[in-house]
């Protein structure tokens, strides 16, 4: 693997020395996300292996190419998993576009995000530097944690070659409740479960039923489940999957499909917008024609952001708009990491 290595070292190089762009790749599942960007393409899917697993340990370091099946197979293999329930999108998903996207799944609020469970990094800098940040356990005290700032930062800051992400114990048991409810009855049930000790990992309203998964303890579920009073779901792991991996009908339209991260209690009005809301009420799931700076204005009055999954916005942002001292941040981070504006460009914002 240290020709590899070698290789994008020397492609790097040539691309400083022209001034050329560069697009970075792995399985290409996710290419529909971020701003459109042109370059010489860095492909990184040969560069994959799981280097090391200690499931005692609770860690596992990968190849950025490894595929999320392999790393997810391994690990049931020893009834483990990844916490943040990443979506694999289709068989080609990547470990190494997992955390240059940062999205997480159902189970997200309840077990933490993809920042949370990422230990360390190994990486290439736009000056073609190999830097290691962070390690394989959770204690830090290195300063400034870059390894997690890698993560959804799109390929923007540097090329993923290896990382470090602590996993968990798959539940000793789960179970999916339903009830049929109306959007305002649902947000205020979502809220109510979520401010008591229910051992609640994934929760949805569809526009129709809200869907409540509990995990743990078998007892103590079943405890939980007759407290909760909703009907039993036996397709419940399949509701989920595919939720997490985008494949419910709602994500399959011509229309614009947003994502609102906003707060609990947000209770945002979506009017005629088909929807799906989730993570307790804290991610709405939006398919609709209105334009962007209206999305955006939405998410910032309710002391949210806004992004675009999956659509077209003809040029305009697809991200939530950064103030100014924020995006005076990213230029100086993009100047520290990559100076000569190369790795990624305009896959986040026009100027980065």
């Not at 955390?99 to 995000?113: D, E, F, M, N, V």
């Not at 959770?138 to 944690?145: H, P």
């Not at 609990?264 to 991610?283: K, M, R, Y």
Request: charged letters at 20%; aromatic letters at 8%; one cysteine or more.
């Amino acid at each position: 693997m240290k020709e590899k290595i070698n290789a994008i070292q020397d492609q790097l190089v040539d691309a400083i020395a022209q001034r050329s762009p560069l697009k970075i790749t792995g399985g290409d599942s996710k290419s529909f996300l971020g701003r459109e960007t042109i370059g010489s393409v860095v492909n990184m899917s040969t560069y994959s292996g799981i280097i090391s697993y200690e499931p005692t340990e609770l860690y596992i370091t990968a190849r950025a190419g490894t595929l999320l099946s392999e790393i997810n197979q391994v690990l049931a293999e020893h009834r483990q998993m990844l916490a943040f329930e990443p979506p694999q999108i289709n068989d080609k998903t990547t470990i190494g576009g997992v955390i240059a996207t940062g999205l997480s799944g159902p189970r997200r609020p309840y077990s933490g995000s993809v920042r949370d469970h990422v230990l360390g990094i190994r990486c290439i800098n736009g000056l073609g530097k190999d830097m290691t940040f962070g390690g394989q356990v959770m204690k830090n005290v290195a300063g400034y944690d870059l390894s997690r700032l890698m993560t959804g930062a799109f390929g923007t800051l540097g090329i993923i070659l290896e990382i470090s992400l602590s996993v968990m114990p798959q539940p000793a048991f789960e179970m999916t409740c339903r009830r049929q409810l109306s959007a305002s009855v649902a947000l205020a049930k979502m809220l109510e479960l979520s401010r008591q000790a229910m051992p609640i990992s994934a929760s949805c309203y569809d526009g129709n039923e809200l869907f409540i998964r509990l995990s743990g303890n078998k007892k103590v579920v079943k405890e939980t489940s007759t407290i909760i009073a909703f009907d039993d779901y036996e397709q419940g792991p399949a509701f989920w999957n595919h939720l997490r991996d985008y494949k419910m009908p709602f994500f399959n339209s011509d229309t614009n499909i947003w994502r609102l991260s906003v707060p609990v209690t947000a209770n945002l009005h979506c009017g005629q917008d088909p929807f799906i809301i989730e993570w307790g009420g804290s991610l709405y799931w939006l398919n609709s024609k209105r334009p962007a700076r209206e999305m955006f204005n939405i998410a910032h009055k309710m002391g949210g952001s806004a992004m675009l999954l999956h659509g077209n916005v003809e040029g305009q942002d697809v991200f939530h708009p950064l103030t100014d001292a924020m995006l005076s941040l990213h230029k100086r981070l993009k100047n520290a990491f990559d100076p000569h504006g190369i790795l990624n460009p305009g896959k986040l914002y026009a100027t980065l």
